[in-house]
């Protein structure tokens, strides 16, 4: 039996899809569940020429052996789903725990023409905030209750604990970062919903007991899209200068970029229970990494920092993403 969680220590876009897509294929788990929000966070998948921003599928498909699932703590809007699906082929693999919340085209209306949300909170406008609250009222519809998604239908917990007791291997897979969470981060600029370790495996019905180890991701270079304090952030024309600009995977603003956080990364460690944790653009920290897939060829530079951002987090760096591909990754887990 084994089970982690992968989850993001800033404020999302850490490049969590990166790290799970890499374990999925090393470690080999039987299931990938999705745990968090709803589509209002992705990852970007490449298909031929172009890319898609993928927002409901768990990043762990490209590992083709791994059944996906959707944890009945995640909103699940039908038609996103539905078309991503398709578009990843992973129709005959999928599952959505029939007690998803669901959201309808009038949640996202209620987001975008919500003042509050759209303009000073910064929503992305996909309904999630409106259709949580409709589900604490208890007037929601369940996943269970939707035709289009009968097929899919099943119930994660017991598929995930049943896979455990069998001594599978699983992965569970969160979604936006530490700092937006609705208990944990700058509130009142977070998302609906708790985005820590506990609340993913909470979303797929997994006890604390169970899991064995929690990945937190860290990017060198923290990002955050939308409204709400920054301590680090640089200006533009600072980060321009280091060649950082990057854009939303849902919504395609702008992120704002900054400088490393350590008290954050430390607290976010803390709440979390990281075991290990994952530093993923390290070759913007020092351009010569880039590539590299052994430690000990990372320059002084880069490992300086490496070695700060452990003191900080006060637990190993086990992996190192110096690059945008999967392979371009340093695996140092054996070594615990």
Known sequence: MSCTIIVGGFFGDEGKGKIVAHIAHQDRPSI??????????????????KEYGVRMVPSGFVYPEATLMIGSGVLVDPRVFLHE??????????????????????????????EHLRKKIGSTGTGCGPANADRVLRTSR???DVPELADFVTDVAQDINSA???GEMVLLEGTQGFGISL???TYPYVTSKDTSASQIAADNGVG????????????????????GPFST?????????????EFGTVTHRQRRIGTWDGEMARYSA????????????IDRIDPACFGVTEYDRLTKKAKDFIAQAEEDIGKPVTLISTGPEISQIIDLRSEL
């Open 32 to 49: 990938i569940s999705r745990g968090g929000v709803g589509p209002n966070a992705g990852h970007t998948v490449r298909i031929g020429e």
């Open 85 to 114: 699906v398709d578009l990843l082929g992973v129709r005959e693999r999928i599952f959505v725990d029939g007690r998803c919340g669901v959201i309808e085209e009038e949640h996202i209306a209620r987001d975008r023409g919500s």
């Open 208 to 227: 604390p007991t169970r899991i064995d180890d929690v990945i937190v991701v860290f990017k060198a270079y923290p990002t955050r899209v939308g409204e």
């Open 233 to 245: 952030e640089m200006t533009a024309e600072q980060s321009h200068k280091l060649g950082i600009e």
């Open 270 to 281: 803390m709440i979390n229970g990281c075991t290990q944790a994952a530093i993923t653009g």
């Open 183 to 185: 208990y944990f981060g």
């Open 164 to 166: 455990l007791d069998n």
């Open 142 to 144: 369940q996943a269970k």
